[in-house]
């Protein structure tokens, strides 16, 4: 049975940073997509960025580019976000999730893996 759990949020300023982390268990992920969504409150789920799992190819949504960086730790099956100079339009529940390599990346019901998110608020 496939598990993603994710850590790491909590309060920050707007200008801080946080590093979220997201471990998975319950299968290999050779081919697949690891991504990162977030939801705030009365919106849909947005992507944020996305993995290669084998070869480390990374794309962002606009909003976070430059800002937060993707990265995984194969040995440890553990993906991680990076938030860096976090903004209060930044705050919502950032879920990871996976899905085989192909398709959109962008839509959330194209996923087949989700955790169950960790919170973020970034204060003004």
């Known amino acids: 049975q496939v598990q993603l759990v994710e850590s790491g949020g909590g309060l920050v300023q707007a200008g801080g940073s946080l590093r979220l982390s997201c471990a998975a268990s319950g299968r290999t992920f050779t081919g697949y997509v690891m991504s990162w969504f977030r939801q705030a409150p009365g919106k849909e789920r947005e992507f944020v960025a996305l993995i290669s799992w084998s070869g480390g190819t990374t794309y962002y949504a606009d909003s976070v580019k430059g800002r937060f960086t993707i990265s995984r730790d194969q040995a440890k099956n553990t993906m991680y976000l990076q938030m860096d100079r976090l903004k209060p339009e930044d705050t919502a529940v950032y879920l990871c999730?996976?899905?085989?390599?192909?398709?959109?990346?962008?839509?959330?019901?194209?996923?087949?893996?989700w955790g169950q998110g960790t919170q973020v608020t970034v204060s003004s």
């Open positions: 999730a996976g899905k085989e390599i192909g398709g959109s990346y962008s839509e959330a019901r194209r996923y087949d893996y």
